[in-house]
């Protein structure tokens, strides 16, 4: 598959100035997803007291968007290839704005929901479409730094939602933590008819509908069914009913999947060791990750008594890492590699997870801010790299494929962390015949979902020694580690001969 844009000569490098513009456009999809995430999760108790609900029902709002990320996510790249990017991402903003209008003027739990579902179609195009367009015009030795020159603004997202989410839904209302989109959204929208060029696949491939249907009936039903199981919103017959038609229909799809040339989801893909790293070990990771932005908020504030503004201020603190990492992330990356890194990180980042569960309410604020904080930076930094080691050994051709693949994995990973975290906490109060959430029930639900995080660093081993070092820079690194040690040896070996020399002389 050739890919050319339609602006530009093929041989053509992008602009110094673009080549800052355009992973500003991607940041600023992902500065409205994540603050919208993070903005939900700190105002969730408010939004379900308002609407009539339980923050364990709301956590729909939460499954119910990334479900949706998942199951029209695979469309993104064909959509991308066949109508131009430019066009693909305005219009998905343009779709996210609609969703989050509909989420400020909801009056019911299913009105929410269907807005979040609405968000989640906007947003299943926005940031894999930014991120096509990203890998295409950055060089593979440059994608580390410029991996986090996208995320850097785009943090910016996770450290403010918090606060200004507590500080909206405390002094004013928390249907305007939706409306604050609006004006990010048309920036997005100029900015990208202003500055992305069309850029579309020369070879047209057919879309492949019927993989479409059955990736998204299998996703659909597998992650729907897992996230109200035990919340007794549906009977038990039809959970089970979904979990077993998602379960046949994904069967049904890998079968349908090698006998297409051009599947909706690639999973030939995954011959390749640092994308088989990146998919699997990367959704362990964010499955158990994935469930900190919505247990730490219901901690601090159904636990501890804690406001949504106060609880946002402490749990800021894990994205105020995150950013502090990203400015290291290229040169600790280059230093140790990703397969030494990736491993030892998982296991750190998943202890720093862990002591969340030692959080009581006579904890010190300070203490809990400076463990969010520094275990923001290592998750952060293992974020960067398995997002990053993902597209070491994937052509340009197969792109596409690989960024639709990676991202209906990535939102998988997150809305499943949610099920897991929401139910580690249901089980605890049903073992404990505990009726009320309080502090107590959320300990057990921290160290289950931190031991799935560290049990990724088992695949991340699995990866080649020099897995990415055409990426990371590493193997720049070693070649000069070993001509300064041949150097060195050389010298040595000179000294010596002078030394014997000078001996035969005396």
């Avoid at 049904?252 to 070990?281: E, K, M, N, Q």
């Avoid at 499955?287 to 804690?306: D, K, R, T, Y």
């Avoid at 946002?312 to 600790?332: N, P, Q």
Wanted: charged share 10%; hydrophobic share 55%; glycine share 8%.
């Amino acid at each position: 598959m050739i890919i050319r844009d339609s602006r530009l000569p093929h041989s053509s490098v992008m602009p110094v100035n673009k080549q800052r513009v355009i992973p500003l456009i991607v940041a600023t999809a992902l500065f409205m997803e994540n603050m919208d995430s993070t903005v939900i999760a700190t105002s969730l108790p408010a939004i379900a007291a308002d609407i009539g609900t339980s923050p364990l029902t709301l956590k729909l709002a939460i499954t119910s968007y990334l479900l949706s990320l998942a199951v029209f996510i695979p469309a993104s790249g064909w959509t991308a290839d066949h109508f131009g990017a430019r066009l693909v991402f305005a219009i998905a903003v343009g779709v996210f704005m609609v969703g989050s209008i509909g989420c400020a003027l909801s009056s019911s739990v299913h009105h929410f929901v269907l807005a979040r579902i609405l968000q989640g179609m906007g947003g299943a195009m926005m940031t894999p479409v930014g991120r096509l367009v990203l890998l295409r015009s950055v060089d593979k030795s440059a994608l580390v730094n410029a991996m986090a020159w996208v995320t850097i603004p785009a943090l910016i997202g996770p450290v403010i939602g918090p606060p200004l989410g507590g500080f909206i839904t405390t002094y004013a209302s928390w249907h305007w933590i939706f409306l604050i989109n609006i004006p990010i959204g048309l920036l997005g929208i100029f900015m990208a008819l202003r500055f992305i060029d069309p850029i579309k696949s020369e070879t047209q491939e057919p879309f492949d509908l019927y993989g479409m249907v059955l990736a998204g009936i299998g996703l659909a039903g597998i992650a729907f069914g897992l996230s109200v199981a035990g919340l007794n919103l549906l009977p038990w017959s039809i959970v089970i009913a979904l979990i077993a038609s998602g379960s046949i229909a994904m069967t049904l799809y890998v079968f349908h999947a090698r006998r297409t040339g051009s599947p909706v989801l690639d999973f030939s893909l995954l011959r390749l060791a640092t994308l088989r790293a990146s998919i699997i070990g990367g959704f362990m990771f964010r499955l158990g990750i994935g469930a900190l932005p919505f247990l730490l908020p219901l901690l601090m504030q159904i636990g501890f008594g804690l406001t949504p503004f106060e609880s946002g201020l402490v749990t800021f603190a894990s994205s105020a890492g995150a950013m502090g990492m990203k400015t290291l992330a290229a040169r600790i990356i280059r230093t140790f590699g990703f397969r030494h890194l990736m491993t030892v990180n998982a296991v750190v980042s998943s202890f720093f997870l862990a002591a969340c569960a030692l959080f009581t309410a006579t904890t010190p604020l300070l203490l809990i801010m400076i463990i969010l904080v520094v275990g923001g930076f290592f998750r952060s930094l293992q974020f960067t790299a398995i997002n990053t080691v993902a597209y070491a050994e994937v052509e340009n051709a197969q792109m596409s494929r690989a960024t639709t693949l990676v991202s209906v994995n990535q939102q998988l990973a997150i809305s499943a962390g949610v099920a897991v975290g929401a139910f580690s906490v249901e089980s605890t109060m049903w073992l404990g015949n505990v009726h009320e959430l309080n502090a107590q029930v959320f300990a057990p639900a921290f160290v289950v979902v931190a031991i799935l995080s560290a049990a990724s660093a088992w695949f991340f081993w699995q990866m080649p020694d020099d897995a990415g070092h055409e990426i990371s820079g590493r193997k720049a690194v070693e070649i000069s580690s070993r001509k300064g040690a041949a150097e060195a040896a050389v010298k040595a070996a000179s000294e010596t001969t002078g030394d014997a020399r000078d001996q035969r002389l005396g």
